[in-house]
Structures are given as C-alpha cells and as structure tokens.
C-alpha cells in the first residue's frame, strides 16, 4: 500500500512558525518525528502532501492505490490497524477530523474518490498534535511510547562504569554513544540517548529523556523531565520540559523552560527565557492563523523558536515568546512576546542575501549541502513571512 501523510491546512497554520520549513510529518516529539512513528506502525516507508513549495525537497508519491492519513495525528497501533483495513473510497473519521482516506490515483486531479465512498467513525482515543506548545507539554508521554517502538526487541549498550544510575525504569544506549561521570535518574521515566552521542562528565538527567545521534549533553548540564534533544543538538546548563528538533545548540548555561526549537538556531552564552508569569496566569502565545495572541490553558510556557533564528548572549526571553525563522535577536531588557520572522534586533528587517550566506555556513559546519532547494525554499519562507515585521 502507498501511504500519503497529509498537512490538515488549519493546523499547519496554528503549528507556525515550526511549518514554514517543514510538513507537519516532519517535527519531532518524543524521540522520533510524526513521520517516523508512522512508519514503524505502518511498517512502510511514507510520502508527503504539503505545501506546493516543499514538494521539492518532501516529494509526493501516487500510486493506483493511496491511504491519505492526516499527519497530525500521534499514531498507535489501534488506529493503524483500522487504517490498514480501509478500503476504496473509505473516511475514517473522528468527529469532524478527517483521520484518513483511501483514494486512487484519480482524487488528486479530481478531488472525487472512486467507488462507493464511505464514511468510518473511529471509536477508539484520538490524539493529535494541534498547537505549538502541545509538543512540549505531550512530550514526556510521546517519549515513553517512542522509547517502547525503537528499543523492542533490541540490546543496550552498557552504562559506563563511572555513571551513576537511579530508579527502575530503563536507560537504552545506543551504539557509539559515550558518557562520564554522569547522574541518571529514570524514576520518572525511561532515558533514550542514541547513536554516537555524547554526554559529558558532571551531567545531571532526569527522565523521560531521549537525545538522538550525535546530540550532545556538555559539562554540568541539569536536565529535567521531558526533554529531547534532535540529531546533531548541543545543550548545557538548565532544561526543563524542551524539544529540540535538531542541529540547534545551546551550548551555555541559562535556563529553557518549556519551549520548542526548530533546526539550525543558536542561543548567546547566558540566554534565559520565563515560563511561569508573576501572577501564575494562564500564558498567550501568538497564534499565525488568528494574527493574535491566544491563550494556551497553560501556566507554564516558554519560548517557541523557528528555523534559523539567534540570539546574542544574555538573552532574556519572556513567558509566553514566539519567534519566527531567521530572527537575529540582540538587546538589553525582555524581548516582545512576538518577534517576527527576518528581523534583526528584534525589529528591523533581516536581509535574504545575509540569511541566506549564514545559512549555507552552518550547514557547511554539520557537512550538509546547501543546495538549490534549499535557496528556492529560503526565498519562499522570506516572502510568505514579509507581512509579519509589520505586526
């Protein structure tokens, strides 16, 4: 069978700033991506239908025969197996959530599906992934169901002599990976640290906690609950409750709190962020599809980061701040709680030509080309997000 993970449009625009570079399939929580938990229950390689400017870099397979399944949906494994029954001209549905679909070839052109189609109430638990700061609040709960999929039927590398390890619930290590002198809790959850990563000596870990290949933990980190660290990541001093998705580096000490990162961002030695307010409120956090601030039902909540974007060191990030891509954030005293994409200082617009030459330099640092694609989606994301600065 030929799987589609589709974007729901409303979604992927309460999901902003963390879609302007990705499909939804594509961000990460727990320890895999929505993609990647879809494809070990699926037990098949998937596609994407995404935005018309992605599709070069996330191409769309058609075949005869296509499942269409919503992408934000956290996979397991009752509803992939209704999935997996579905039959032509099938909707599997959740209220008036679209789940999936079975389509020919035909729908794509045509929007019709072929034969006899039939709607399908799902009656089993739904959870999906619908707002920024759900990635951190559900990622301790998505680390421990992750952890259960990768390390099944598999052997751990063993805990280096000099670590310390409390609590009864499992650490799994991956091949390559390298710790000293390190402190691991797991009473609150299993530790995942993966393929050739590093955690470095004096390193406080509290799980749920999963880093993922060449992540690495520097001296004297405090790692609280819930944290994920992606491919290539570099964390020191304080987390609590944060996802990275990767290549990101925070590699100094100062608090995060939770908060979500997306790839390629740097924060300055000292950089802090609030994720509590003073009057112990529920926190707001800019909302793209509603151009205004909303209210999350959370008391605490941190800092949401898009693709690209840094700050200089000492850093104070207020409660509830959303940044966009490729913001250069420098200046005394707390930020605005919404600091557009391309800005530089905070305020002012950030040039294409300057992001993009800082771009294919950090790539070059992790031996990735910045190709032609990657150019074509820059200029798209730089344009598409041009009305923001005047926000």
């Known amino acids: 069978m030929n799987y589609i993970l589709f974007d729901d449009k409303q979604i992927r625009e309460n999901l902003k700033p963390l879609t302007f570079f990705r499909p939804i399939a594509e961000i ?4 895999l991506t929505l993609r990647e938990k879809w494809e070990y229950f699926l037990e098949e390689k998937t596609s994407t239908l995404t935005e018309k400017y992605l599709e070069a870099k996330y191409p769309l397979h058609r075949d005869e025969n296509n499942i269409l399944i919503n992408a934000a949906v956290l996979p397991n494994e009752e509803i992939a197996t209704q999935i997996k029954k579905l039959k032509m001209g099938d909707i599997l549905v959740a209220g008036d959530t679209i789940l999936a679909l079975y389509a020919s070839k035909s729908w794509f052109e045509e929007g019709e599906l072929s034969g006899e189609s039939k709607e ?24 421990v169901r992750d952890f259960s999929l990768v390390t099944r039927g598999r052997e751990s590398q063993k805990v280096d002599s000099s670590c310390i390890v409390n609590g009864d619930n ?20 299993p530790i995942y640290i993966g393929k050739d990563a590093e955690i470095m000596e004096g390193s406080l870990i509290r799980g749920p906690f999963a880093m993922n290949e060449h992540a690495v933990v520097k001296m004297h980190a405090k790692i609280y609950e819930g944290c994920t660290l992606g491919p290539y990541t570099k964390v020191a001093g304080e987390l609590n409750n944060v996802v990275f998705f990767g290549y990101s580096n925070k590699a100094h000490d100062g608090f995060l709190g939770n908060s979500v990162v997306a790839e390629w961002c740097n924060f300055g030695a000292g950089t802090n962020n609030s994720n509590l307010k003073n009057d112990y409120g529920n926190v ?35 409660t509830g701040t959303v940044v966009g891509v490729n913001a250069n954030i420098f200046g005394a ?3 605005r709680n919404f600091i557009p994409s391309f800005s530089w200082g905070g305020s002012a617009d950030y040039k294409l030509s300057k992001a993009l030459k800082v771009a294919k330099i950090v790539y070059g640092r992790r031996n990735i080309e910045f190709d032609k694609t990657e150019e074509e989606i820059f200029k798209t994301v730089y344009n598409l997000t041009s009305a923001d600065n005047y926000l």
Not at 28 to 31: E, P
Not at 127 to 140: D, G, R, W
């Open 120 to 143: 399908i109430a799902f009656e089993g638990s739904v959870e999906m992934l619908t707002q920024t700061h759900e990635i951190f609040s559900k990622n301790a709960a998505e680390i």
């Open 333 to 335: 005293g707390f930020h």
């Open 170 to 189: 499992e650490i799994f290590i991956e091949e390559g990976a390298t710790m000293k002198n390190a402190i691991f809790n797991t009473t609150g959850g």
């Open 28 to 31: 990460r929580i727990g320890i």
């Open 284 to 318: 707001k956090l800019w909302n793209y599809s509603a151009s205004s601030f909303v209210d999350t039902g959370l008391q605490f909540c941190g800092l949401i980061m898009g693709d690209h974007s840094k700050c200089a060191i000492g850093t104070i990030f207020n």
